[in-house]
């Protein structure tokens, strides 16, 4: 019987067009995946969409002289187009500005709220000093006060692994205008995440499936969680699903805690809009699906421990797609990180030039040119470096000398000695042998 696979992909940020070290990660990787199993006659849904709220949409509109929603809607299709002409082949790709996203995402933080695993809490909060804003975690950096790396981000010291507050910093310093950040007292929602450590932990020790580094980091953060906050002094996002804020329009829900939502409203989306509106229940209310969640080593903590803390926490309450039914929502089966890609020895920097988009690549470059690179050289286990001299070897020597070589050879003999793709006859034991051994190699392909 075929199975259920949610192949859920990353969400990019609608503030830029995608460059190739951002679909080197978590775009090709996925799309293999997806294609593989389509061909093992597996059902599967394949899911993301553009992230649209938080500082960095508003920090590029205001560069940009448009409004957040101009911004996003511009380049909502341009991000699509990069990834769909890239030939990802994406059952759904949505936004999170959509209603069915925001009804969705008000929902879970209700029901979370509502059985105590939201609370709130007056804590500080970093604002920048020249424009008044709130930074958003990953915009400040500083000393970690852990092991002392230099660059550590407000969310995390990438360094020792740990998670970090803004106000944990030493020295720390706003992304955007390089000034310390201003910190003021300020009522927030906090989600309790300590309180699934213990389930957290207890399921993640049974993850033996998952990658070493990936288990083993997520097991260290499940070891030592602290609430987290979950909104934000923003204009720009969700609205906070409670009375007293209907009116309000100061605080929203953060970026952070609506975007990983997006892999079940997108689900959602995608049964309504094929006519069948329960048919996402047959993912995400059966525990023979699989989901599996493709992303950078930075996002992790994200949708190893975040994520499923809040599905852990929905349990047996919630009207999610507006329909009836078991409520329980299925955990990740695997989460599949990846490294970093750089360009020519460095970091991909859209500032200072250091940067291949997609669409100008594929100007000048069919799609498979690049697919092939990403998947003999990408960064699946460790970074790795893009160059144009390992980029035209590759095609040259591989993609076109070898496996091109050897479907024009096997074409041309086809088409001297029979004119055209002859009918099969009985197969005689060296064929049935060469066509088992063909069909073996999805389960030995599977397992890697």
């Known amino acids: ?30 799309d293999i995946f997806a294609r593989y199993h389509r061909l093992l006659g597996n059902d599967v849904l394949m899911v993301s969409g553009t992230d649209e709220h938080g500082t960095p949409i508003t920090i590029a509109a205001d560069k940009e002289g448009v409004s957040p929603r101009a911004l996003a809607d511009r380049y909502n299709r341009v991000i699509g187009d990069d990834l769909f002409n890239l030939g990802l082949s994406y059952n759904t790709f949505t936004r999170t500005t959509t209603q069915n996203h925001y009804r969705v995402t008000q ?30 975690d990953r915009y400040i950096e500083g000393t970690c006060p852990i092991c002392g790396y230099a660059d550590a981000r407000g969310d995390q010291c990438d360094n020792c692994g740990n998670q970090l507050d803004p106000v944990d910093l030493i020295n720390p310093r706003s992304k955007v205008d390089g000034q310390p950040p201003v910190f003021k007292e300020t009522e927030h929602f906090f989600l309790n995440l300590p309180a699934f450590a213990e389930r957290l932990t207890a399921w993640i020790s049974t993850q033996d499936h998952w990658r070493p580094n990936v288990r083993a980091f997520s097991l260290n953060l499940a070891a030592d969680l602290k609430p987290r906050a979950i909104t934000r002094d923003l204009e720009w996002g969700v609205p906070i699903p409670l009375d007293e804020y209907a009116q309000r329009d100061d605080k929203k829900i953060y970026v952070w805690f609506d975007a990983v939502i997006g892999y079940l409203s997108a689900s959602i989306e995608w049964a309504h809009n094929r006519g069948t509106p329960e048919a996402w229940r047959d993912w995400w209310q059966n525990d023979a699906a699989r989901h599996y969640y493709f992303m950078g080593k930075d996002n992790i903590v994200f949708h190893s421990v975040i994520w499923p803390a809040m599905l852990l926490g929905y349990g047996s309450g919630g009207t999610y797609g507006g329909g009836t039914g078991n409520p329980k929502l299925e955990l990740p089966y695997n989460i599949v990180s990846s490294e970093f890609l750089t360009m020519e020895g460095k970091k991909f920097s859209s500032s200072r030039g250091v940067v291949i988009y997609v669409n100008d690549f594929l100007s000048r470059y069919d799609p498979d040119a690049l697919r092939y690179f990403l998947t003999s050289a990408g960064p699946e286990a460790q970074d ?37 793709v002859p009918e099969p006859a009985q197969l005689t034991a060296g064929d049935q042998l060469l066509v088992e051994t063909v069909e073996r190699g999805f389960g030995s392909v599977g397992e890697l």
Do not use: C, Q
Request: glycine fraction near 10%; hydrophobic fraction near 40%.
């Open 1 to 30: 019987m075929p199975e259920k696979i949610l192949v859920a992909v990353a969400w990019p940020y609608a503030n830029g067009p995608r460059h190739i070290g951002h679909v080197a990660g978590f775009g090709v990787p996925s």
């Open 107 to 136: 929902d879970l933080f209700k029901t979370l709220y509502d059985k105590g695993y939201i609370f709130r809490k007056e804590a500080l909060g970093a604002f920048s000093a020249t424009t008044g804003r709130t930074l958003p």
């Open 384 to 420: 790795t470096d893009f160059t144009w001299a390992e980029f035209v070897r590759r095609n040259n020597d591989e993609l076109v000398a070898t496996w091109g070589n050897l479907v024009n050879r096997t074409l041309t003999n086809v088409y001297r000695n029979f004119g055209a």
